[in-house]
């Protein structure tokens, strides 16, 4: 009954959003850090709850629904029906999955090196590479170094091949089981929200979120934030919209290699 209610709770607020959106002529990227989290949270919410919706329309299916509920819990339920454990360890499961594509992205990236026509471009990918490779959490300069390698070949969003794309789908926690055009397409979309949501965050101010709101924040981001202490998570979240708030729409496939580039070393080298 606790998860209904919260979920209600949230179906309510969604509509106040966009009933207040429609009345101002107000667009997404408009709104408030929080209005815009909301709404992002929301819709991935629906589209599990709406799962459940259509597979329990059959008759004498709701028995075998509850079933499968009681049997999956992290694949069929939204967080609001986990219980405190179970969303520990869920999202520590669904970080464990995301890692997996680390090594593969990383090694992409050395591949990309003798594609850059500039010998300065080439030393500092190849040197972040190594760094990440050796233990290394890099600097913020270390990454905006490498913006301009990230706009056009071979490491624009346009230009990434097919088994690039699946292995930062799995990075930021998308399904890679579509056709490449829609994987593309999702993972632009995917990353412009997170962009648009980083701008109303610097905006708010980081030290205007509460300690739920800022490990949900680094986790989005690609940081497992659940056994982190607040501090580490904020001084985190800082640099992510350093290096964030310094690109342009066209350099965004490096915020989505960001994902890799700046949580794969921090727990080593930070806690």
Avoid at 20 to 28: C, D, E, G, S, Y
Avoid at 107 to 136: F, M
Avoid at 150 to 176: D, V, Y
Avoid at 233 to 252: D, F, V
Wanted: glycine share 2%; with cysteine; charged share 20%.
């Amino acid at each position: 009954m606790k998860g209904l209610k919260l979920l209600w709770a949230d179906a309510k607020e969604t509509k106040r959003i966009k009933l207040n959106m429609k009345k101002h002529n107000i667009k997404f990227h408009q709104l408030s850090y929080r209005e815009m989290e909301h709404l992002r949270q929301f819709r991935r919410d629906v589209t599990k709850f709406l799962f459940l919706g259509i597979i329990s329309i059959p008759p004498f299916t709701n028995y075998l629904v509850f079933l499968l509920m009681y049997l999956f819990p992290r694949q069929l339920l939204i967080k609001h029906f986990w219980t405190p454990k179970q969303q520990i360890d869920f999202l520590d499961i669904y970080d464990a999955l995301r890692k997996r594509s680390h090594s593969a992205i990383i090694s992409y990236l050395e591949r990309a090196i003798p594609l850059l026509s500039d010998t300065r471009l080439q030393w500092h990918l190849k040197d972040l590479c190594a760094k990440i490779q050796n233990g290394t959490h890099p600097a913020v300069h270390d990454i905006l170094a490498l913006r301009e390698c990230f706009c056009n070949q071979p490491l624009g969003m346009n230009q990434l091949q097919a088994i690039q794309i699946k292995a930062l789908s799995r990075a930021m926690l998308l399904t890679p089981h579509l056709p490449s055009p829609l994987l593309k397409y999702r993972l632009k979309t995917h990353t412009t929200v997170i962009h648009q949501l980083d701008r109303a965050l610097a905006k708010l101010g980081i030290g205007q979120l509460t300690l739920q709101e800022v490990k949900s924040a680094c986790y989005l981001r690609g940081l497992n934030s659940t056994h982190i202490a607040e501090d580490r998570c904020r001084t985190w979240l800082g640099e992510w919209l350093q290096i964030s708030c310094s690109l342009k729409e066209a350099e965004l496939s490096l915020l989505l290699h960001n994902v890799v580039l700046l949580s794969t070393n921090y727990l080593r080298t930070r806690c």
